[in-house]
């Protein structure tokens, strides 16, 4: 069984900084891309970057310049570094990765983390 348990959220004042961590644990062979996903109240949920097993990245425009996503594959965890916090940046955020969880079957399935609360108030 997979799981991936995001960390690091939390209550931050605008322009203020956090840190995101999603870890995958589980029956992993491999994972390709992982990402961060957000969903406000009463909206829908939005991709906010995602990052190949390579290294690409796609970063949305909401965000752009303010925040960064990196991943170590040897602890199959991906980071968002969210700087220049905005009140409209609040929102639950979501780890997702493609993994493969079978040797001898080359599909990958995506996961979700639970979510991390992430709150922007002065």
């Known amino acids: 069984q997979v799981q991936l348990v995001e960390s690091g959220g939390g209550l931050a004042q605008p322009g203020g900084s956090l840190r995101l961590s999603c870890a995958a644990s589980?029956?992993?062979?491999?994972?390709?891309?992982m990402g961060w996903y957000r969903q406000a109240p009463g909206k829908e949920r939005e991709v906010v970057a995602t990052?190949?097993?390579?290294?690409?990245?796609n970063v949305a425009d909401s965000v752009k310049g303010r925040f960064t996503i990196s991943r170590d594959n040897a602890k199959n965890t991906v980071y968002l570094q969210m700087n220049s916090l905005k009140p409209e940046d609040t929102a639950v955020y979501y780890c997702?990765?493609?993994?493969?969880?079978?040797?001898?079957?080359?599909?990958?399935?995506?996961?979700w983390g639970q979510g991390t609360q992430v709150t922007v108030s002065s």
């Open positions: 589980g029956r992993i062979v491999s994972i390709n891309t």
């Open positions: 997702n990765a493609d993994i493969r969880t079978q040797t001898l079957d080359a599909i990958y399935y995506g996961y």
């Open positions: 990052i190949a097993s390579g290294g690409r990245t």
